[in-house]
């Protein structure tokens, strides 16, 4: 199911900007109105369960935090399992991790080495913006590190100007909602 451009203007027109958030210079991508919009956070959904209830999915992979939000409850239309890709030191039990570079230093996103328990799982990833790239390829390197397949990884927003989807495409297939 292909959105149509009234569709996807709804969608973006209900991403508020902020800006100099969270530094000066910086346009952030408020999606808090996107959610409590329920036309367009269902529009939103429809589209993700319309495109993903054929790829035979065994799991949706959110990033932290935005990415919990669709992958979450796609992964509830789906009725399939969901799994948080999160910040470094929140997850109990076995992890394993993997250092990104940001612009200023380094952080590192973290899975449970047993996250996906079905052998060759068929994951997708999931997350509300992809920019420089960083945070959704450590992930998709998270998931391939823990022997599931990484069938997509699939964005709200991309940042064209970025460039991050041409470095997270080195990983496995991107696909974005709507492009800046």
Known sequence: MSLTQEQKDLIFNSI???????????????????LNNKEAFKTLMD??????????????????????????????????????VRKKGKLPG??????????????????HLDAFPIKDARVLL?????????????AAKLIKHVNAQLV???????????SGDKKVAEHAPVYSVLEI
């Open 47 to 84: 589209h993700f369960e319309e495109r993903y209830k054929s790829y035979n999915l065994d799991y949706i992979a959110g990033i932290d935090s935005r990415g919990f939000i669709f992958g979450a409850a796609l992964a509830d239309r789906l009725g399939i399992g969901f799994v948080p």
């Open 16 to 34: 508020r900007d902020i800006k100099d958030f969270p530094k000066e210079g910086i346009i952030f991508k408020d999606i808090t109105t996107l």
């Open 126 to 138: 999931i997350d509300d913006l992809i920019a420089t790239g960083g945070t959704a390829t450590a």
């Open 94 to 111: 076995t992890t394993v991790c993997e250092k990104y570079e940001l612009e200023y230093g380094f952080d590192e996103v973290e899975i």
């Open 152 to 162: 997509e990884v699939c964005f709200l927003l991309n940042l064209k100007f970025l």
